[in-house]
């Protein structure tokens, strides 16, 4: 579990420029016609969907070639070199790490496939949750505008080039604030603060290198994430479910998140494929995953609450179940999540 948690973090991460820097995929939206020249005023008139749609936008549209740092309070710091490329429908992205155990990940569309050259092991799977939330940004009833406001703070450059800066502010204590820098032609984002409701800085990513609008092939890409001729190749499957199936069910969901998806990951080896049950929330901008498995004594311990960075996850035992909580979110939001899930049969 530990390292499944550590490898999505590790990829979400990692993507954080490619849409709002959490990997999401936005809904879109067209924005706001430009001012007169020289106006000031249009970039102060969007709203945090605006902001959202065009930042999305930007990612999605633009190659790019980049180092990305991420830094957290903790002094834990990460680094990667990151190509991204489109061609219509297709987006594609490489991201090699610099820091820490050596490790490439590909992304065509929702299929992943990571290297380990240590252990000489390549990974593959399905990443439905690159696109989770498309649903929730494309609905009239879109949570965001509701728990969250925008507001222009002003101008910066970063990795050399010229950004607007954008606050998204949380209306309640059960969510962080970002600070968001865009970059001004195209929207893209390439800078990211996470913030805590006293405007702390949790958690930083931004690029210290980028060259937009290079060439980026598609075809080289996919090649390089299907040479896997020589290595071990796991499989991860993922069965799509419900919580209902699953038998689990909240008395109450914290205000602003909804359900986006439900998978069930079989255990490999087991007599019974009763495996790990990942629930997935989102308010539109934050995500929150509880991982429930059959309680184990010798692998899990005691109930606990951990912090590394913006990421907090909490564990608990439900009757005969383990239940991890994960998500960028307040500790309270975490417990409110954690008490209120419960076994329906």
Known sequence: MAEALSSKRVFTRGLLAFGLGLGLKWGHAQPPPAGPPGSASQPNERGVSEWLAR??????????????????????????????????????????????????????????????????????????????????????????????????????????????????????????????????????????????????????????????DVPVRTDSITRMMTATEGWRVERAEVLKTTADAEGWQLRSVPAGFKPVSCYKRPVLGAPVPEGTMQWIFSDGLAAVSLFVEANDSRRHGQEALFASGATHTLTRRVQEWWLTVVGEVPPRTLRAFAHGLERRK
């Open 55 to 212: 930042m999305h936008d930007a990612s999605r549209g633009r190659s790019y070639v980049g180092i990305f740092v991420i830094s957290a309070n903790n002094g834990v710091m990460s680094s990667a070199r990151i190509w991204h490329g489109s061609e219509g429908d297709v987006q594609v992205e490489r991201v090699e790490a610099l820091t820490g155990a050596p490790r490439s990940v590909f992304r065509r569309n929702e299929q992943v496939v990571t290297f380990l050259p240590e252990s000489h092991v390549v990974r593959t799977e399905r990443r439905e949750s690159l696109g989770i939330f498309t649903s929730l940004v494309k609905s009239s009833d879109s949570p965001i505008p509701d728990f969250y406001t925008a507001r222009r703070l002003g101008s910066d450059r970063v990795a050399g080039f010229e950004a607007d800066v954008v606050q998204l502010a949380p209306r309640d204590n059960l969510r962080w604030g970002y600070r968001i820098w865009s970059e001004k032609k195209s929207g893209l984002v390439v800078k990211l603060q996470t913030l805590d409701g006293e405007g702390n800085v949790l958690e930083q990513s931004a690029f210290s290198e980028l060259a937009l």
